[in-house]
């Protein structure tokens, strides 16, 4: 039997950031360290599209095509972090939470405690409430167990080392991004892993 197993990557920044170098490159900075104490307004939105074709003797192949997405509006409060400062015990009081379907998942104000450990993320919420399967598949497809001192980050997969221009698009990291997706448990072989990102506007923060 054969197992091959694609991930294709698509990424769209807008940036809100001051010029680098000219009137119009710009640094590409994704990851932004926290500290304990730190709180947010965030939202979030993933898609995982597993796409595999299975082959078995003479049999004909089986294709499969799976897609999870997940929409979440929450404060985010962040209790600890890791040396780089991401973070490793938080909660997420939502305000909504959305699934595949626009289907509400998670009540408004229902108060979660994600926990990421070495070997997992534990996901509780307040009061003892319960948490599906489906929630914790797609909080565990964003938050990725721990690890230390040598975790995959968003400037490792998706950043630039190069300023750059609104509207222009270079290509990911795959060895980083196979690198990432083996300490998340999955194992993708660079070659199979294809993406582009693109600086798809830039916006200026209002000063004073």
């Keep these: 039997m054969r197992y091959r197993c694609t991930a294709i990557v698509f990424a769209a920044l807008f940036a809100s950031a001051a010029a680098a170098s000219g009137a119009d490159t710009y640094p590409i900075k994704l990851n932004r360290p926290a500290k304990a104490g730190d709180a947010a307004d ?6 995982v599209s597993n796409k595999a074709t299975i082959t078995s003797g003479a049999n004909a192949p089986v294709h499969q095509d799976q897609t999870m997405k997940g929409d979440i509006v929450a404060r985010m409060d962040v209790q600890r972090v890791d ?3 991401e973070p490793t015990e938080f909660t997420l009081t939502v305000k909504s939470f959305t699934d595949a ?19 997992a993320v534990d996901v509780t919420a307040a009061g003892g409430a319960a948490v599906s399967d489906a929630v914790k598949q797609i909080l565990a497809s964003i938050y990725h167990p721990a690890t230390s001192g040598d975790a995959t980050t968003d400037d490792d ?5 190069a300023p750059r221009k609104a509207g222009e698009s270079w290509a990911i ?9 083996k300490q998340s448990g999955l194992t993708v072989a660079p070659e199979d892993i294809t993406g582009k990102v693109t600086l ?9």
């Design 42 to 47: 965030v939202h979030i939105t993933t898609e």
């Design 83 to 85: 040396p780089k400062g």
């Design 101 to 119: 379907e626009d289907k509400a998942v998670v009540d408004p104000g229902t108060v979660l405690s994600i926990k990421r450990t070495d070997s």
């Design 157 to 161: 997969v998706f950043g630039s080392v």
């Design 173 to 181: 990291n795959a060895p980083a991004a196979a690198k990432g997706l």
């Design 200 to 208: 798809a506007s830039v916006s200026s923060e209002p000063s004073g």
